[in-house]
């Protein structure tokens, strides 16, 4: 596709659950944001990839979160024993390298939803 | 006091009005600026995107950035239906690594 791609839109599950949210980047990209949004809150930074560097994990808020990109591509970001307040969107972005990624040229998923009961 | 704080809106005006929106910001790093829009259950978008001090123009849109204040603001004249959305600004610079550090957002509705 010509965008970037989340899957899946929107995940209901069980406090205590594990869950994986999927992003897969524009062709090409080679910066990979995680980002979370809360209801009227801004986005909060959890995680940057660029090619083959290892990851800036500063903004993960805990370590129930863990993400993996895998062949620079396709990331996943994996939430452990999930809580309530762990309820939010998900966004990925990315960027066609470290220099756009200045700019701000980030291009964003439609995020995954995340509800947890 | 947060790192970049907008005017938490909502924010609702007729067709045609001048819009502005606007964030202050405590870092004095901050040397990129930026202002996405978002539509309801999509993704954030740019729209406008400044370096350093000064004004920018696209449209009917204009972005200010005041970096001796530490405040930025978006214009929209004329404004449209189809402007109605959350508009986040956005600011990074080169010592923030590769971080972009967003405001909470104002929620505009033009209304016909």
């Known amino acids: 596709g010509a965008g970037v791609s989340q899957s899946p839109s929107n995940k209901v599950t069980e406090k205590g659950k594990d869950v994986e949210l999927r992003c897969d980047p524009i062709?090409?990209?080679?910066?990979l944001y995680w980002y979370r949004q809360s209801l009227g809150q801004g986005l909060e930074f959890l995680i940057y990839f660029q090619g083959n560097s290892a990851p800036d994990k500063s903004g993960l808020p805990s370590d129930r979160f863990s993400a993996e990109r895998t062949g620079g591509s396709v990331s996943t970001l994996t939430i452990q024993r999930t809580q309530q307040e762990d309820s939010a969107v998900y966004l990925c972005a990315s960027s066609l390298d470290e220099t756009y990624s200045n700019t701000g040229e980030l291009f964003f998923g439609e995020g995954s939803r995340l509800t947890v009961l | 006091q947060k790192e970049v704080e907008q005017d938490p809106g909502p924010l609702s005006v007729p067709e045609g009005a001048i819009v502005s929106l606007n964030c202050t910001y405590s870092n004095s790093a901050f040397q990129y600026f930026m202002w996405y829009r978002q539509y309801s259950r999509k993704g954030p978008e740019l729209l406008m995107y400044?370096?350093?001090?000064g004004n920018k123009e696209d449209g009917r849109f204009t972005a200010q950035v005041d970096k001796s204040s530490k405040y930025i603001s978006l214009f929209i004249r004329d404004s449209q239906p189809s402007d109605s959305a959350t508009y986040l600004c956005?600011?990074?610079?080169?010592?923030?690594?590769?971080?972009?550090?967003f405001g909470p957002g104002t929620r505009l509705s033009v209304l016909p």
């Open positions: 062709s090409g990209h080679t910066a």
């Open positions: 400044t370096y350093s001090s």
């Open positions: 956005a600011m990074s610079s080169l010592n923030y690594g590769q971080n972009f550090v």
